[in-house]
């Protein structure tokens, strides 16, 4: 199938291309281009020496032709791409297909870390006919955080032509935080042993244990590697046309690993391995694991050491109040944004309060994909969301204002994913007909490996009943549109399209979140139980 016959593809031009170029400094910097096809842009890019180009192509053939253009393939459809992934970014550079151009921008701004620069062509139809939200939002974004210059008819002598009128749009992600994370001193010996006095915080033979394998597994490389190019020295007389076989080590995206992409690629997940056996899920949020794929990419000279793990380690919990104080903050944005009033063309809900988070709320867009298979929520995160937070970051937010613990089984996913089973029932061997079923309550029957059982359990019209058919034991699962209590602290319910609806718990948990964001964005909330209610001035009302 000839690679024109995709009807988004339009390679740009390389006088283009150059224009596009000028708009930003990309050398020595790292840059991604979410759109690859034959790789025509990332020539361009190349030509102006950037530390590293990242890239995307959905297309299988494309991705074929434009792999080798690239220093990494980062996944195939850049929709799904993680935003994680990309925190140390400094630009995208990209031509996305015409038909979907808003929806790929307004990814390329969610993902974009803050100080990116992007420069996107697009459809000028795009911006003038703004029918639709995702469009509306896409022009509230480009006024108020960047520009668009007409270029006209510039495919017209392309490789593949065409009239349409293409904008040139230029974005830059504003810093809001100039203190980074990590900006903190790490021990350059790769042979240091930490301290006796800092072994507290994780046992010391985890930590040896998750180095040597890393190390060891380095140094291994190298002889993998020498033992793969003898194999195809070896093998490669043998090929033949009907099929070649050749000995390589590849990432899940199907990059050739070379030693130094596999050691950052190793002591990406060598973290994560650290954070788990830390018991550290209160303390990553998303703002926490992008700080932590940047400082791995950026700092790659910090050798990955014992006496580093843990001053990471103390970094990371001796932070955890600053930084969740941030987190209220975002999450507190993240939630007023999509009032009906905000300055941002995005869904409304009249539930939710202009300056503060009102009892009740309403979370259109939520990063999680919810299957609803037999009627049940079966909630799995999806990275790729638009989503400024991760709905998880709210549980921990009032968790850390209200001092309890937070672990993983007070996720969102865990709420609903896992049913609860039920004991208090009848469980007869057999059919059992003549059993009473009284009124509130239900029968059901399962076979298992030819031993059939009767349940008569009292029925609860916010959950569906299910016999599993490993233990033969009932079960019941949360429904989709029932509110259910969530660690204490809020009620939440969701519904088909993905909505979440929340309400706190705890008028005074409502209180001290609303004041915590409050305190932190400078904002005076006046309360009629204060002797300042009558001095309204700029103060927003909170009760």
């Not at 299988?60 to 994680?84: C, G, H, P, Q, Y």
């Not at 009740?360 to 989503?387: E, T």
């Not at 029925?459 to 969530?486: A, E, V």
């Amino acid at each position: 199938m000839s690679i024109f016959n995709n009807k988004d593809f339009y390679p740009t031009p390389p006088d283009v291309a150059q224009m596009m170029l000028q708009q930003v400094n990309v050398t020595g910097k790292v840059v991604l281009e979410p759109s690859m096809g034959k790789g025509d842009l990332v020539d361009v890019i190349r030509s102006f020496s950037p530390k590293e180009i990242l890239g995307c192509e959905k297309s299988d053939e494309l991705r074929a032709i434009s792999r080798s253009k690239v220093d990494r393939v980062l996944t195939n459809d850049f929709l799904e791409l993680n935003k994680n992934d990309v925190s140390h970014i400094d630009c995208i550079i990209a031509n996305p297909p015409f038909s979907s151009g808003a929806k790929h921008l307004l990814k390329m701004w969610d993902i974009a870390p803050e100080g990116c620069e992007i420069v996107c062509l697009i459809n000028r139809n795009t911006l003038q006919l703004d029918y639709s939200k995702e469009r509306l939002e896409l022009n509230e974004v480009i006024k108020t955080y960047g520009t668009t210059t007409n270029l006209g008819e510039a495919f017209t002598t392309a490789e593949r032509k065409t009239h349409v009128e293409v904008s040139m749009v230029y974005l830059f992600k504003p810093i809001t935080d100039e203190e980074d994370l990590f900006d903190f001193y790490f021990d350059m010996d790769s042979q240091h042993e930490p301290n006796s006095d800092i072994e507290g915080i994780m046992p010391h033979n985890n930590v040896r244990e998750i180095v040597n394998r890393y190390v060891g597994a380095i140094k291994y490389f190298d002889e993998v590697n020498t033992a793969q190019k003898r194999m195809n020295a070896l093998i490669e007389p043998l090929n033949s046309s009907y099929g070649a076989i050749k000995f390589t080590a590849k990432d899940r995206d199907k990059n050739e690993f070379t030693y130094e992409s596999f050691r950052i690629e190793l002591q990406k997940n060598a973290w994560s391995v650290v954070f788990n056996k830390l018991g550290a899920e209160k303390y990553m949020t998303e703002s926490l694991k992008g700080d932590l794929n940047r400082f791995v990419e950026q700092q790659r000279n910090v050798p990955f050491t014992m006496s580093n793990i843990y001053k990471m380690l103390q970094l990371v919990i001796g932070t955890h109040g600053q930084r969740m104080e941030k987190v209220v903050v975002q999450v507190f944005d993240w939630l007023t944004e999509h009032h009906h009033g905000n300055r941002f063309q995005k869904e409304g809900w009249k539930t939710n309060s202009e300056y503060i988070v009102n009892e009740r709320f309403i979370i259109p867009y939520v990063p999680i994909d919810v299957n609803f298979s037999n009627g049940m929520p079966q909630i799995s995160y999806m990275p790729n969301h638009r989503a400024k937070a991760n709905i998880d970051d709210l549980m921990k937010a009032l968790c850390y204002l209200t001092g309890k613990e937070y672990t993983q089984k007070d996720s969102i996913r865990d709420l609903f994913n896992y049913g609860e089973l039920v004991e208090n029932c009848e469980v007869f061997d057999g059919v059992n007909k003549d059993a009473e079923v009284k009124e509130g309550y239900e029968r059901l029957e399962s076979t298992v490996y030819g031993a059939t059982k009767t349940f008569i359990y009292k029925k609860d019209p916010d959950y569906l009943y299910q016999i599993n058919n490993n233990s033969h034991q009932l079960y019941r699962y949360k429904r989709w549109g029932k509110w259910f209590n969530w660690n204490d602290l809020l009620d939440v319910r969701i519904y088909k399209k993905g909505t979440v609806h929340g309400r706190f718990r705890d008028k005074k948990v409502w209180k001290r979140f609303n004041q915590s964001a409050a305190k932190s964005k400078g904002f005076q909330l006046a309360s009629k139980f204060t002797s300042d209610y009558r001095a309204k001035g700029n103060e927003v009302t909170l009760f």
